[in-house]
């Protein structure tokens, strides 16, 4: 619409003549675009982007739509005609108008209210509800769930993990599960939703068969697809799951990540054919045209050819492009594995691998020299907590000191630049110097899960301390101590009509399913009652939500089933730099332990400070001058050993 309608000028002076116009940034701004998506799905029984809303003075919304197209098409009026429709019904009798407004915001605040009326309790049941309903739609073939477009959904990864985890690999369920998730995160890997060449991956196949995207790519997606790929390892230790973890976090680090630590929000689909030029199109920097390949790799293009399915005439199917945006042009997608191209070809599969590798590189250093798509140069606290958390869990899973840094590096930024001390609240957004609205709940339940994944990863309790602090406020600010769940805004800004709840974990969870992983993770550290009693709160206030549909929310799911099961510690008493300390850290992060808080023991500051709550771990010591790991349940813990290989056959268990 932006090209179509607000460009034109036509379109424009309608506009401008009759309306006041906002554009909202919704990421900037999600209380305003969750406001006005609830009354758009309502309305019309769908929703999504781009939106287009008409309100009164008052700011209520009367009408509203995803897209209109520019002129009368697909069965709808155009945008032009739309507008005039509406903007001579308003001269003739705006009082009606404005009273179908006051209307539609009075039922969707009781359908609000009714919700949260309705809350009751859930047990393993829903859990394993969310896992059927999961496996009816998975495509099998493809990989995924459901048809075209497919986007990924970390929260799904996360919930069909905890299921393997919960239920073992010798049962039916725990293995399909873990089945389903491996093998959609090997086509995603393979497929051309992934940038093969700078890392990363792309918003959204626009098909099912992963091979042509939406070329955006989206901070928060590289976050959680991650922690996806690190969990994928962490679970099989198979390497091409840690190289996607890496070529994720890598891409990030060098495109994403501005120069003080904090990370940009997004780079577009589009860009410039040609530097200095007006031309622009849809995954412009990431296409190619057959010859363009063969001329930069000479006789190395044929194995590149074959293994990534390059055509003379382009690769991307007729009908996944339907403008002819790709025709002639080539998405890379893998069409082969290493062991049929090396097949093929009668070489070796290190052969294979090192002639591609090559290939990439050249085709990487000629692809950097083309107009790069615009940088979204936003930092957003919410996203940037679900980037500390990737690199955290990526320091302990992968052993590299240099994810820690940039997950501390971040956490600094954040704390420095959007987190005001003596209210302790956070700011939402920072861009050219400084920070403008203030934050939602969203924004503090990101944060706080990176800043207790980044003590996991650093032992630092100065960031355990900071966690708890925005716990509170989180609880201050926005608890609905009623109904159970936290409301995604303050109310203190007037001009938003309806408080709501996020009811759903689309492409970013809600904050609500992490805040209640957060203070059952907090409960355990700090053995409070109150957090897990709240965390339970939070859970049931969802239960129409998880007991109609619980695929709805996955990250809810993962919640329920951390509250459901026996909470344990793991506690290593030494040293933080020991070599004894540093091979019992290494044990325990070599095993996939989901809902296990992992803390230190290390007769300094952290012991102290834990012990004040916990005096179990006051009493927690070396032994025989050995560091010493103390698995326990609730703190009811089993007789500490110091040998790593021991540690393992505990964790198995």
């Given at each position: 619409m932006a090209h179509e309608s607000f460009e034109d000028a036509e379109t424009a002076a309608i506009m401008n003549r009759e309306f006041v116009n906002i554009k909202v940034d919704r990421e900037e701004r999600p209380d305003v675009d969750r406001v006005y998506m609830t009354f758009v799905q309502a309305t019309t029984g769908g929703g999504g982007w781009p939106m287009s809303v008409l309100l009164t003075p008052e700011l209520k919304p009367f009408v509203g739509r995803t897209?209109?197209?520019?002129?009368?098409?697909?069965?709808?009026?155009?945008?032009k005609k739309v507008l005039e429709r509406i903007a001579a019904a308003w001269k003739q009798d705006h009082e009606k108008i404005a009273g179908q407004g006051d209307k539609i915001v009075a039922a969707l605040r009781e359908a609000g209210e009714s919700l949260s009326d309705s809350a009751g309790n859930l047990d393993a049941k829903t859990v394993a509800a969310g896992y059927q309903q999961l496996a009816r739609t998975y495509d099998a073939h493809e990989g995924g769930f459901g048809g075209a477009p497919k986007f990924p959904r970390p929260v799904t990864f996360n919930f069909l993990f905890r299921v393997y985890a919960r239920n073992g690999a010798k049962s039916a369920s725990g293995k399909h599960a873990l089945d389903m998730n491996l093998f959609t995160l090997r086509k995603m890997a393979a497929g051309g939703i992934h940038d093969h060449l700078g890392g990363g991956f792309h918003r959204y196949s626009v098909d099912a068969l992963g091979h042509v995207?939406?070329?955006?790519?989206?901070?928060?997606?590289?976050?959680?697809?991650?922690?996806?790929?690190?969990?994928?390892?962490?679970?099989?230790?198979?390497?091409?799951?840690?190289?996607?973890?890496?070529?994720?976090?890598?891409?990030?680090?060098?495109?994403?990540?501005?120069?003080?630590?904090?990370?940009?929000?997004?780079?577009?689909?589009?860009?410039?054919?040609?530097?200095?030029?007006?031309?622009?199109g849809e995954g412009a920097f990431y296409i190619w045209t057959k010859k363009e390949i063969d001329v930069a790799l000479g006789a190395s293009a044929q194995i590149f050819d074959f293994h990534y399915g390059i055509e003379?005439?382009?690769?991307?199917?007729?009908?996944?492009?339907?403008?002819?945006?790709?025709?002639g042009k080539n998405i890379l997608i893998e069409r082969h594995t290493i062991a049929e191209t090396a097949k093929h070809f009668e070489k070796s599969e290190?052969?294979?691998?090192?002639?591609?590798?090559?290939s990439r590189d050249i085709l990487c250093a000629i692809r950097a020299k083309r107009p790069r798509p615009h940088l979204d140069d936003k930092i957003i606290t919410a996203w940037n907590g679900l980037m500390i958390s990737a690199y955290a869990r990526a320091a302990q899973v992968l052993d590299d000191s240099a994810y820690l840094d940039s997950a501390s590096r971040a956490a600094n930024f954040l704390r420095a630049q959007l987190y005001d001390a003596s209210r302790k609240t956070l700011l939402r957004n920072f861009r050219e110097g400084k920070g403008t609205v203030e934050g939602f709940a969203e924004d503090y339940a990101f944060f706080i899960q990176g800043l207790l994944d980044l003590y996991e990863a650093s032992f630092d309790v100065g960031w355990l301390k900071l966690a708890i602090e925005l716990q509170a406020t989180q609880d201050r600010l926005f608890f609905d101590a009623k109904n159970g769940g936290y409301f995604s805004t303050t109310g203190n800004d007037k001009s938003i009509l309806l408080r709501m709840k996020e009811d759903n974990d689309g492409t970013e969870p809600s904050p609500n399913s992490v805040a209640a992983r957060n203070l059952l993770r907090l409960a355990q550290i700090r053995d409070a009652r109150e957090w897990r009693e709240r965390a339970e709160k939070t859970i049931n206030a969802f239960s129409p939500v998880l007991g109609r549909m619980p695929t709805a929310m996955p990250q809810m799911l993962v919640a329920l089933d951390y509250l459901l099961g026996k909470p344990r510690q793991i506690?290593?008493?030494?040293?933080?730099?020991?070599?004894?300390?540093?091979?019992?850290?290494?044990?325990?992060?070599?095993?996939?332990?989901?809902?296990?808080?992992?803390?230190?023991?290390?007769?300094?500051?952290g012991q102290k400070y834990l012990g004040e709550k916990l005096e179990a771990i006051r009493a927690m010591k070396?032994?025989?001058?050995?560091?010493?790991?103390?698995?326990?349940?609730?703190?009811?813990?089993?007789?500490?050993?110091?040998?790593?290989?021991?540690?393992?056959?505990?964790?198995?268990?």
């Open positions: 897209y209109f197209p520019p002129e009368d098409r697909y069965g709808q009026p155009g945008f995207p939406h070329f955006e790519k989206m901070r928060y997606d590289q976050a959680q697809l991650a922690v996806a790929y690190l969990d994928g390892f962490q679970i099989t230790r198979d390497p091409p799951f840690k190289a996607i973890a890496r070529d994720l976090l890598d891409y990030v680090r060098r495109d994403l990540t501005a120069k003080d630590g904090g990370f940009f929000s997004a780079e577009d689909a589009d860009s410039l054919f040609e530097e200095g030029k007006p031309g622009h003379a005439a382009g690769n991307a199917p007729s009908a996944s492009d339907p403008q002819g945006e790709f025709r290190d052969e294979v691998r090192a002639s591609l590798k090559k506690v290593i008493a030494g040293e933080k730099d020991a070599n004894d300390t540093k091979a019992l850290l290494q044990e325990v992060r070599g095993h996939y332990l989901p809902d296990t808080v992992l803390l230190l023991a290390d007769e300094d500051e070396k032994v025989d001058g050995k560091a010493a790991a103390y698995v326990c349940e609730n703190f009811m813990c089993q007789a500490p050993v110091t040998i790593a290989g021991s540690l393992g056959k505990v964790l198995s268990r």
